[in-house]
């Protein structure tokens, strides 16, 4: 059974689990499919449209998985033609935002006041700082830690960590490499690997300059 307030606005079209909390004036849209055992509090959006100049029609759904906790004012919004998606236990806070066709991986927590563009793919374990901007079209890596108030504007890679504006890399993600009781060993080995393919790039770029 769910518990959902009277002054929530519930699409017939949305299918929605079991043991799911939906707060006061929040509203489900059309074509958003939600799992199991989520809190979603009170003013959330899931499923308006995208915000794409020009674009009439979308056609795609929201898909939301189990075990989510979803704060007051957050908006998820549907995909174009595809899928946004929200996968199992992650923590969206207060007044943030999830683009259309965006997807989140396990384990994701978003800070308050962060916005997360479209088509934006960010892996397991990843922490959004407080009022971070991950631009359109980026792809975050598993176990990031983005740094308040910053803003990504690059691909970034896994266990690092970022701040500043525009965004720069700090060094590895040693805390969340910890706390998840990982090979600390085999990750920095692959950090290290990717952080030489991103300094060829850069370097390749340079030169054409």
């Not at 002054?7 to 929040?26: D, E, H, L």
């Not at 989510?68 to 929200?86: D, L, Y």
């Not at 060094?171 to 090979?183: A, P, S, V, W």
Request: with cysteine; glycine share 10%; net charge positive.
């Amino acid at each position: 059974m769910n518990n959902i307030h009277s002054t929530a606005i519930v699409s017939p079209k949305a299918v929605i689990g079991k043991g799911n909390t939906i707060g006061a004036y929040t509203i489900i849209h059309d074509n958003v499919y939600i799992g199991d055992n989520n809190f979603i509090d009170s003013h959330v959006s899931i499923g308006s449209n995208g915000e794409i100049k020009d674009c009439e029609i979308f056609d795609g759904i929201v898909r939301i998985g189990d075990s989510n906790v979803i704060k007051e004012f957050v908006t998820i919004q549907i995909g174009v033609s595809g899928a946004t998606i929200v996968g199992n236990n992650c923590l969206l806070m207060s007044k943030s935002h999830v683009g259309h066709d965006a997807t989140l991986f396990n384990n994701v927590v978003v800070s308050t006041g962060a916005k997360i563009g479209g088509h934006v793919i960010i892996r397991e374990f990843t922490n959004v700082g407080l009022n971070a901007v991950i631009h359109q079209r980026l792809t975050i890596g598993k176990g990031v830690m983005i740094g308040m108030g910053t803003t990504v504007t690059k691909n970034i890679i896994p266990f690092s960590k970022v701040a500043g504006n525009p965004c720069r890399l700090l060094g590895i993600n040693q805390y969340t490499i910890d706390k998840r009781e990982l090979d600390s060993k085999m990750i920095h080995l692959l950090f290290r690997k990717n952080l030489d393919l991103v300094n060829k790039e850069w370097l390749t770029q340079w030169k054409k300059r």
